[in-house]
């Protein structure tokens, strides 16, 4: 069974920054395109950042020039670098990803439980 599990969400002030992490578990034989999506409170779940196996990115106009996405392929991981946060970045944050699981010859679209993240002073 795969599992993705996000951390570093919390609180933080407007202007701060903080990290979120993605991490893919189990019987896995690759990944391809990893994503971060959020949902503020409601709101529609909104597509944040995307990257390929290859490390080409794209990002909402929304986050441009503040967040930053990366991944680690060796440890199948997903990472957002939020920097200059806004109170309108307060959202839950979910971690989305393309898993093709051993023994599978498909891609599986796989969802995180999500992390929160409150922009407040």
């Known amino acids: 069974q795969v599992q993705l599990v996000e951390s570093g969400g919390g609180l933080v002030q407007p202007g701060g920054s903080l990290r979120l992490s993605c991490a893919a578990s189990g019987s896995i034989a690759s990944v391809n395109d990893m994503a971060w999506y959020r949902q503020a409170p409601g709101k529609e779940r909104e597509l944040v950042a995307t990257?390929?196996?290859?490390?080409?990115?794209s990002y909402a106009d929304s986050v441009k020039g503040r967040f930053t996405i990366s991944r680690d392929n060796a440890k199948n991981a997903a990472y957002l670098q939020m920097n200059s946060l806004k109170p309108e970045d307060t959202a839950a944050y979910y971690c989305?990803?393309?898993?093709?699981?051993?023994?599978?010859?498909?891609?599986?679209?796989?969802w995180g439980e999500g992390t929160l993240v409150t922009v407040s002073s």
């Open positions: 989305n990803a393309q898993i093709r699981p051993t023994g599978i010859f498909i891609f599986i679209t796989s």
């Open positions: 990257i390929t196996r290859g490390g080409s990115t």
